[in-house]
C-alpha cells in the first residue's frame, strides 16, 4: 500500500493523519475527577472543610479522636493523597512513595462506626463546598469501597 503523499491544504498525508489521530484523542480525553472538582484549590478547599466538621461537629468525634491535636499535617497529606488519586499531580508519592493505605491505617482502631462517620464527613464537605452531584456520588462510591477496606476492628 503506498502512502499518499500528495499535499492537501499544504499537508502530506501522513501528517494529516498525526494531526487528526491526536485531536480524536484529545477530544474523546475525560477531564480527570481533579479537573471536574475543580483543581488544586478547590480540591484543598474541599479537605479543609472535611477536617473543620471533624472538629467542629460532635457526630464526627469518632474519627476526630483518631487524629492528632493538630490537624495541620493529616490536612496536607489527604490534599496531597487525593490530588493523585483524583487524577491530579501526585503529590504524595512524590514525597512519601506508594501510599498503602491499608497499612498505614492499622494503627487505628476502624470499625463501621468509624467508616461511617469519615464518608459523612467527606460527604457533607462535598456539598459544602459544591461539588457536582454525579462526581460527588462518583466520588463517594470509591471513598466507600476504600473505607470499607480500612476496617480493621471487630464489630
Known sequence: MTRDTSPKHGVPQHNRDAII?????????????????GGAAKLREMVDRF???MDLE????????????????????LYWFLSGWTGGPNLYIEQFGHPRLRARHLPYAIASGERDQWLRCMASAMQEVGVDEALKLRLMQSFSDTADWMRNKPE
Do not use: C, V, W
Open 21 to 37: 489521530d491526536r485531536m480524536t484523542n484529545e477530544e474523546i480525553q475525560q477531564p480527570s475527577a481533579f479537573e471536574l472538582i
Open 51 to 53: 477536617y473543620d466538621l
Open 58 to 77: 460532635p457526630d464526627f468525634a469518632g474519627i476526630r479522636a483518631l487524629h492528632p491535636s493538630s490537624l495541620d499535617g493529616s490536612r496536607d497529606k
